[in-house]
């Protein structure tokens, strides 16, 4: 019922990011090379969030340090609803020059 209501009103098909690779029905997203929008900023502090109910570890995660990360996000297309499931999250440390 949420999920619906949620699909109704939402105009995001995508992750707001890079297109980095797709083949078949899969497809990775790049958020964070450079410098991110706003829109990308809401986006993975969002993920950030949700990917926190399900961890293990109480470590707090500060939300402020996310533009030290790249973050990489694998979906899978529906092609039915043209829209793409978040499978899996992936980010790694950006080391400054």
């Known amino acids: 019922m949420a999920f619906q209501r949620h699909t109704a009103k939402c105009l995001y098909t995508q992750p707001p ?3 980095v690779f797709s083949k078949d029905d899969l497809a990775i ?3 964070g090379e450079t410098n991110m929008n706003m829109e990308q900023r809401i986006y993975v ?3 950030s969030r ?9 470590k707090n995660i500060d939300d402020t ?6 973050y990489y ?3 899978r ?10 499978n899996e999250i992936s980010y790694y440390k950006i080391i400054p020059d």
Do not use: H, T, Y
Request: charged residues 25%.
């Open 17 to 19: 990011g890079k297109l």
């Open 50 to 58: 949700i990917v926190r109910l399900f961890m293990d570890s109480n």
């Open 45 to 47: 502090k969002s993920l």
């Open 73 to 75: 996000i694998l979906c």
């Open 29 to 31: 997203f790049q958020i």
């Open 65 to 70: 340090k996310i533009d030290r990360f790249a």
């Open 77 to 86: 297309r529906d092609p039915i609803l043209s829209q793409s499931q978040v």
